[in-house]
């Protein structure tokens, strides 16, 4: 999951700079399509008859998937879509840590189904809150307006990540990401032929940053999102995924030249905390209750 979290942080700098040649929907149709093409041949090497075993294991297996693919697919393309157009209007430090904010987003909706949210859940939220204010707004109390998408990229993304880790231990998960990524990319690739400007010219000036965005940052990234969320819970899964905020600054001061400044960087600062605090202090005290449980007994 670490190693997703390294190629989504990267992957910004991608999505910036096919900016400069091609339209958000067009980028990520095309790179979804490229990333479900290289699922379906993991897919043909690994298990070449998994859906038809499927299909044999449960009656409608088959049509359940489908089904949840394209239900996963729709929301990742409202995720994707927003935080790819506001790229266009914000830094790629900016867009990588709002949009780990999914890892306090994921606990919190958590309430909304009656689950028990506690004080270090709070704090974490709390803290993240406050650091993003410090990176987004200024001195003089303007905000980034791309950091408005980012934010409602990572509510949409934290929607993403509860289905999956619901679905992912229902489904095959290879196959659960290849609908996924199917969905998500002739949905972009629709709306983007509809209302962008497109030539072949323009498709061989974003290549570079469409294989990487699609063969790397979906192909493999979000396909080792789908596998592992079969083994951890959705909160955990958040914890290390939200660590592309920090290698997204990383790229973008490397790639791009992009600097933050002391503000920015205090925030940058208190949102780590957050996410860390978010995750650490209730695993924590999750396992003091269950030390103390044999002594009870």
């Not at 009656?59 to 998937?65: D, F, I, S």
């Not at 690739?189 to 000036?205: H, K, T, W």
Request: hydrophobic share 55%; proline share 3%.
């Amino acid at each position: 999951m670490l190693i997703a979290a390294m190629i989504w942080g990267s992957a910004f700098v991608a999505q910036r700079l096919s900016l400069d040649a091609i339209g958000p929907f067009l980028f990520t149709g095309l790179r979804f399509l490229l990333g479900a093409l290289v699922v379906l041949t993991m897919i043909v090497c690994v298990q070449r008859s998994a859906l038809a075993e499927l299909s044999k294991r449960e009656p409608g297996g088959a049509r359940e998937l489908l089904g949840a693919g394209v239900l996963l697919g729709i929301v990742l393309s409202a995720s994707i879509s927003l935080q790819q157009i506001g790229l266009q209007y914000t830094k790629v430090a900016n867009a990588g840590f709002i949009s780990s904010l999914y890892v306090v987003i994921v606990p919190l909706l958590g309430v909304l189904f009656r689950h028990r949210t506690g004080f270090g859940t709070w704090l974490g939220a709390t803290l993240a809150a406050l650091g993003m204010y410090f990176l987004s707004v200024n001195e003089h109390f303007s905000i980034l307006y791309g950091d408005w998408y980012q934010l409602a990229g990572a509510v949409v993304i934290s929607v993403q990540m509860m289905l999956v880790g619901r679905f992912a231990l229902r489904h095959d998960t290879l196959m659960l990401a290849l609908v996924q990524f199917v969905t998500c990319g002739l949905a972009c690739l629709a709306v983007g032929l509809v209302i962008e400007p497109v030539s072949l010219a323009m498709i061989e000036r974003a290549a570079p940053t469409i294989l990487y965005g699609g063969a790397l940052s979906v192909g493999i990234a979000y396909t080792i999102q789908v596998v592992a969320q079969k083994y951890a819970a959705p909160s955990h899964a958040a914890v290390i995924f939200s660590m592309e905020g920090v290698f997204a600054a990383l790229a973008g001061w490397l790639v791009l030249g992009e600097t933050l400044s002391a503000r920015a960087l205090f925030g940058c600062a208190l949102m780590l905390t957050g996410l860390i605090v978010c995750q650490v202090m209730p695993a924590r005290r999750r396992r003091n209750e269950g030390d103390r449980l044999p002594h009870e007994a």
